[in-house]
Antibody
Framework: QVNLLQSGAALVKPGASVRLSCKASGYTFTDYFLHWVKQSHGKSLEWIGYIHPDSDYTKYNENFKAKATLTVDKSTNTAFMDLNRLTSEDSAIYYC???????????????WGQGVMVTVSS | DIVLTQSPALAVSLGQRATISCRAS??????MHWYQHKSGQQPKLLMYGASKLASGVPARFSGSGSGTDFTFTIDPVEADDIATYYCQQSRNGYTFGAGTKLVL
C-alpha cells in the first residue's frame, strides 16, 4: 500500500526556516517525481515544485524559487522541502504528492501525503 | 501562467445533479483534471484528461470539455460528495482553480 507520511505540524517564528519531510513507502521511490503543493488557509492549491529522487533533478514554480529547496534522501525514501525566511504568507498546509499510475501521459497527482500545517507566528 | 476560474460555491440537493465549471485563460486542450477535497483530508483525483474517470471512482461522476471550457458533473449527488472540487491543468506547468465548494 502506497503511503506518503509527512512530518508533524510546525510552529515557527518569522524569519526562521523549516524543513518538512515526506517518507514514501509501498512503491519504488526513485521511479517517480515527487511534488509539493501549498494550500493557504481558505485558499486554493498552489504547485511549488518537484524533484526526481533518482537524479535529484528539480523544477520550481517561479513564485517559490527563492522560498523552497527540494531534496531527497534515497537511503530512507524521504523527500524534504526547506522553506526559508518565513513570513505569515507561508502559513499553510503543505502536501507532498506524486503520480505513480499511468494516465495517458498527463501530469497530475494521484497519491498524496496527509499534509502538514506550518504556522508562522512570533 | 494559465489561470483557471471556478465559481466559489454551488448549492445542491441530494439526489440532484451538480455541475461545476472551470474556464482556462488559454487553451489547455484536454489536459484538465478534477480533484475532490474534504476538510482535514488530502485531495483525491477523480477525473483526468477532462473526461476519464480515475480508478475506483463511481460513474455518477463525469467530465467534459476541451480547450478553455470544462464541466464536471455529479449525478446524482450523495451526502458523501459534499466537499470542495478543484480543477487542475497540466498543459503548461501545474495550476489549480480556486475550488468550488459544494453545499447543501
Amino acid at each position: 500500500q502506497v503511503n506518503l507520511l509527512q512530518s508533524g505540524a510546525a510552529l515557527v517564528k518569522p524569519g526562521a526556516s523549516v524543513r518538512l519531510s515526506c517518507k514514501a513507502s509501498g512503491y519504488t521511490f526513485t521511479d517517480y517525481f515527487l511534488h509539493w503543493v501549498k494550500q493557504s488557509h481558505g485558499k486554493s492549491l498552489e504547485w511549488i515544485g518537484y524533484i526526481h529522487p533518482d537524479s535529484d533533478y528539480t523544477k520550481y514554480n517561479e513564485n517559490f524559487k527563492a522560498k523552497a529547496t527540494l531534496t531527497v534522501d534515497k537511503s530512507t525514501n524521504t523527500a524534504f522541502m526547506d522553506l526559508n525566511r518565513l513570513t505569515s504568507e507561508d502559513s499553510a498546509i503543505y502536501y507532498c504528492t506524486t503520480r505513480r499510475n499511468y494516465y495517458g501521459g498527463y501530469s497530475l497527482f494521484d497519491d498524496w501525503g496527509q499534509g502538514v500545517m506550518v504556522t508562522v507566528s512570533s | 501562467d494559465i489561470v483557471l476560474t471556478q465559481s466559489p460555491a454551488l448549492a445542491v440537493s441530494l439526489g440532484q445533479r451538480a455541475t461545476i465549471s472551470c474556464r482556462a485563460s488559454e487553451s489547455v486542450r484536454s489536459s484538465m483534471h478534477w480533484y475532490q477535497h474534504k476538510s482535514g483530508q488530502q485531495p483525491k483525483l477523480l477525473m483526468y484528461g477532462a473526461s476519464k474517470l480515475a480508478s475506483g471512482v463511481p460513474a455518477r461522476f463525469s467530465g467534459s470539455g476541451s480547450g478553455t471550457d470544462f464541466t464536471f458533473t455529479i449525478d446524482p449527488v450523495e451526502a458523501d460528495d459534499i466537499a470542495t472540487y478543484y480543477c487542475q491543468q497540466s498543459r503548461n506547468g501545474y495550476t489549480f482553480g480556486a475550488g468550488t465548494k459544494l453545499v447543501l
